[in-house]
């Protein structure tokens, strides 16, 4: 095995690691409907920065940007149509 190999298992355990992080925050907001926390804008600004790093990864072809970055951008996604959502309802 290569060391491209070896890389991209490191990028996978970052990937897996970062994006669990978005996890709770989605969990809590499901649960208890409170958006007040959620930053709209530090979220947005997050999304836009995820849609890059997917760019970037599909340039490189870096299998763990791709799919870091596609499982991101959809938590992150929801977490802005649920402040959205939920910041309405309040």
Known sequence: MD???YIEIIGIIA?????SGFIPQLYKTIKTKNVEGVSLTMFSVLFIGILFWLVYGFLIDSFAIKIANIFSGIIVFILIVLRVLYN???
């Open 88 to 90: 309405k309802k309040a």
């Open 15 to 19: 990937a897996i690691l970062t994006t």
């Open 3 to 5: 060391n491209k190999f």
